[in-house]
C-alpha cells in the first residue's frame, strides 16, 4: 500500500543528438557546366541567388560557354524563336518549334526599346540572340542592338539622316577576329547629278561611327545586307558593267569589299534576292511560277552553289520580291515567308500549309533568332561604361 502513495520518478530529460547536416561540394566548374544547359529564364532568375551566382551567370565566359550551346543545337530549332515585326508597331515572337511541329502556336508581345523615340523601321539582323533594329524619326537613324531573351539593349549614338539621300541600307553582323559586333551603313546620296556612297561602320567595342571606303558598286535597293561567314553581303550593279548585277560582301574584319561569285544559271540583269538560310549564303529567284532557292555550301566559292528547293508560290500569284526563304530543317521541310505569310512547305509530300499562331497573321517582316544570354553591353562593362 505504501508503494501506490509513492510519488513517481522524476523523468530525466532524454539526450538527443543533433547532427548537423552538410551539402556536398560542388565544384564551380560543375556548377557552370549544368548552367549553360539550363533555360535563359531560369537563368535570369538564378542571378538573385547570390553574389557569386549573379557574377558566375554575368561572366562573360560563361556567355560564350552558353551561346556555344545555344548554336549546337540552333539546327534542332528548340534554341530559336521568329520574331516579326507589324507595320501597326508591334513586335511579336513564337518559338520556331511551334511553327514546324505543333498544330497550333502562340506569340507573345514585346515592349522594344525605344517605342517611345519613333515606329520602328526595320528589323536589320540578327546574330547570336541578338537583334538589330532601326528607328527613324525626321533627322536621325536611331538604332539599338537588343537581346529580347534578356530584355537588354544598347543604343547606338544617333547617326543623321539628310533628306539629299537617295537610300540608305543597314547591315549588322559580328566580327570573329576582334570579338565584336558591328553595325553598317551604306548611304547613297545625289549631289550635282552624281549619286555617291559614304559606308559608316560602328563597332560595340569602339563605340563610335567611323567612315570607311566608299562602297564600289551602285546600290539600288535599301533592303539590310545579309550576315554571312563574317561579312555583310549587299547587291548592286557594277559600275564599268552598267546593268549587271552582284553580290558585294564586305568583310567585318578587315572592312575590305569583296565580289561574291553567282552561279551560271542566273540572268546577270535581273536584281538577286539573298538571304541568309542556316548559316549559308542563300539566292532565290522566279522560275515558272514557283521559287527557287540555292545555297552556297562554301561562303566565296562558286562550284559550292547547289540547289536546295524549288518551292511553289502560295497563294498565288506572288512576287520574288514579296518572299523570302526563312529557315531550313534537314528533314526535308522549309519556312517561307510570302507576303508576311508564313507558310510550311514539306518537299517529300509537296504540300504546303499555314501554320496557326495565335496572335499573328500578316507580319511586316520576320527574323529567327537564338535564345542566349549575349549581352550588347559586354564591352561597356569591361570598359566601365553605362550600362543600358
Known sequence: ???????????????????????????????????????????????????????????SDFEKKQLAVAVKDSSEVDNSRLIMHYPSTKLKSCPLSSVLYDPVGHSVNHDY????????????????????????????DIIFVWNPSTREFRKLPPISFMQCFYLVAYGFGYDSVADDYKVIRVACYCMGGRYEYQVRVFSLKGNVWRKIEKFP???????????VNGSINFTGVGGSESGIWSIIGLDLANESYRKVPMPDFVDPIAKPMITNLGGRLCIFFDKNQAVDVWVMQHYGVKESWNKLVTVPYFPEPATIESTKPVFFLREGVILMDFYGLLVVYNIGSDESSIPTIYGTRYCHEVEVYLVTIVSPNAYFKLQGGHQN
Open 217 to 227: 558598286s551602285y546600290l539600288f535597293t535599301d533592303e539590310p545586307g545579309v550576315h
Open 1 to 59: 500500500m505504501e508503494s501506490q502513495d509513492r510519488p513517481p520518478a522524476p523523468r530525466l530529460p532524454s539526450k538527443r543528438v543533433r547532427v548537423k547536416a552538410t551539402l556536398p561540394h560542388i565544384p564551380d566548374e560543375i556548377i557552370l557546366e549544368i548552367l549553360c544547359f539550363l533555360p535563359v529564364k531560369s537563368l535570369m532568375r538564378f542571378k538573385c541567388v547570390s553574389i557569386s551566382w549573379l557574377a558566375m551567370i554575368s561572366d
Open 113 to 140: 526599346p525605344g517605342s517611345d523615340l519613333g515606329v520602328m523601321n526595320e528589323i536589320i539582323g540578327s546574330y547570336n540572340g541578338l537583334v538589330c533594329f532601326c528607328i527613324r524619326d525626321k533627322k536621325n
